[in-house]
């Protein structure tokens, strides 16, 4: 057996007259190149990433419960906490709106479960309050919000969803309804409020993950076109015409 010169250990018996097999200068400056080269843009990625998830939750911060909101045909609610509902009537009772659309209400959740966790009055939940409840997701609250903005010929929404899931859902709902005037309005909870999040695994972890579904819904926006419109949709469209 042969026995390369630089794997020899003392007292073998090498093969002088055999070259040993190295690879070609080229080919290792190649290799060289494209391993910096995957490290780099890899570095790269890593630093854009964290600059955009800091730049997302300062945004996220910054976010506070306006004052006052401007006046809309309608108002959306996306589900995910009793603030969002009850923000939502009382923007509703304040007249800022005709009609509340509630977002991804659970099949099992009845009507007057909904309203007892609101303190507007209950003719307001009887009168212009309607329920949607085949949404799953935020995707699927847009395509929600989509079919009964355009069934009922509305042009400008309230957007009513907690702060750090605002800037998602406006992308999710602008991609579903390219025509419509988005008016958001930031639910802000105490954990959001905190300068320290960073001490807060729990919080850290909430952001990062609605951060990278974020950068999904930003594609989605950019790149992809939106699902084509229900029948319900469909049919109030031409009765329109």
């Known amino acids: 057996m042969n026995i390369e010169r630089d794997q020899a250990p003392p007292g073998a018996i090498v093969d002088t007259e055999t070259p040993v097999r190295r690879p070609a200068p080229k080919r290792r400056a190649r290799w060289r190149m494209l ?45 995910g906490g009793a603030d969002r509902i009850n923000d939502a009537m009382a923007l509703l009772n304040e007249g800022r709106a005709r009609r509340l659309l509630i977002s991804g209400v659970n099949p099992s959740t009845s009507r007057e479960a909904l309203a007892s966790l609101t303190l507007a009055p209950e003719f307001l939940f009887s009168c212009c309050v309607d329920l949607g409840r085949s949404a799953l997701n935020t995707v699927g609250n847009a395509k929600e919000t989509r079919d009964w903005v355009r069934s009922n010929g ?15 859902s406006l992308n999710e709902i602008a991609r579903e309804l390219p025509e419509a005037r988005l008016i958001p309005h930031a639910v802000v909870t105490e954990r959001m409020r905190a300068e320290d999040w960073w001490h807060d695994p729990d919080t850290a972890r909430l952001l990062l993950a609605e951060f990278t579904k974020y950068l999904m819904s930003i594609a989605r926006l950019r790149f992809s076109e939106p699902t084509a419109i229900s029948g319900m949709t469909r049919s109030a469209a031409h009765a329109g015409d």
């Open 35 to 79: 391993v910096v080269g995957l490290a780099g843009t890899a570095i790269a990625g890593g630093i854009a990433f964290a600059i955009g998830f800091l730049h997302f939750v300062d945004t996220v911060s910054r976010f506070q419960k306006p004052e006052t909101t401007e006046y809309a045909d309608a108002i959306v609610a996306l589900t």
């Open 154 to 168: 509305f042009r400008s929404v309230i957007v009513v969803t907690s702060s750090y899931h605002l800037p998602r």
